[in-house]
């Protein structure tokens, strides 16, 4: 499974990409990101800014699609309530 999630204009995000474990190492994460990308392509406009965070190695997955680093100019940030 996986969505984007976006601001009704030009900022979008992708989460929650995830795949059970005993159905990992079947490309199945590809097709997620493919179909994802292509609901992007149709519907964002060309100027959106896409972002994510990569966990781990998926990081070279979500390269396959054009993502790439942003730091320095910006870094990832999250907190656990209570």
Do not use: C, N
């Amino acid at each position: 499974m996986g969505r984007v999630i976006g601001d009704g204009g030009t900022a979008f995000q992708i989460v929650d990409i995830a795949v059970e474990p005993a159905h990992q190492g079947k490309g199945l994460g590809k097709q997620i990101m493919a179909a994802l990308m292509d609901q992007l392509r149709q519907h964002a406009p060309a100027t959106a800014y896409v972002s994510l965070i990569a966990d781990g190695d998926a990081r070279h997955l979500y390269a396959k699609y054009g993502f790439e680093p942003v730091m320095p100019a910006s870094i990832g940030m999250a907190m656990r309530l209570g």
